[in-house]
């Protein structure tokens, strides 16, 4: 009788997963996102490029998976770590809201027109599944609408969700005073 290593093989390596499973859990999470690294940095038809959101650095800065920083743009949010303003009111809610939503998961990011800002930060309009992460920031209070042209793709959308933030004294627009 022969050794079938094809045979053998297929009984030993669901085996050998499994029990590199239990002993590294973390493991099932690298395997669950196994199949979206093959879609990570490449834009679709519409130019959105899915991303990786590997830890958010404030309310409107994450760093993507790739190492790269990248600034939502249309909005800034209270500072956290501004080495002269320190830490401004809601600066803290701001930033752990982002982390919420977008942190470790995958998003879309959309160019507008400008490729980086002045310190090579990506700007970009980030996309949860169908919504855009900077609109919700100003809906819920937690950034302002601020327009730097010439990336002025949705300023409109971002203004009017400042104002009816503002009007129901949401967020920032409840605690802060200007």
Aim: proline share 3%.
């Amino acid at each position: 009788m022969q050794f079938n290593f094809k045979k053998a093989f297929s009984v030993i390596a669901p085996l050998v997963v499994l029990s590199l499973l239990l002993v590294f859990p973390e493991l099932s999470e690298l395997i669950e996102n196994y199949s979206y690294t093959q879609i990570l940095g490449t834009a679709d038809e519409q130019g959105f490029e899915q991303v990786l959101v590997k830890r958010v650095v404030d309310g409107d800065t994450i760093e993507l998976s790739d190492g790269r920083k990248l600034r939502y743009i249309g909005i800034d949010t209270p500072e956290t770590k501004h080495p002269s303003k320190g830490v401004e009111c809601f600066g803290k809610e701001a930033s752990e809201y982002n982390k919420n939503l977008v942190e470790n998961k995958i998003i879309s990011i959309e160019k507008d027109i400008s490729e980086t800002d002045r310190y090579a930060r990506l700007l970009r309009y980030v996309w949860l599944d169908d919504e855009m992460i900077n609109k919700k920031l100003v809906e819920e209070g937690y950034a302002h609408a601020s327009s730097y042209p010439p990336d002025i793709k949705y300023q409109d959308e971002l203004r009017e969700a400042e104002r009816k933030a503002r009007e129901n004294n949401l967020g920032l627009w409840s605690k802060c005073q200007e």
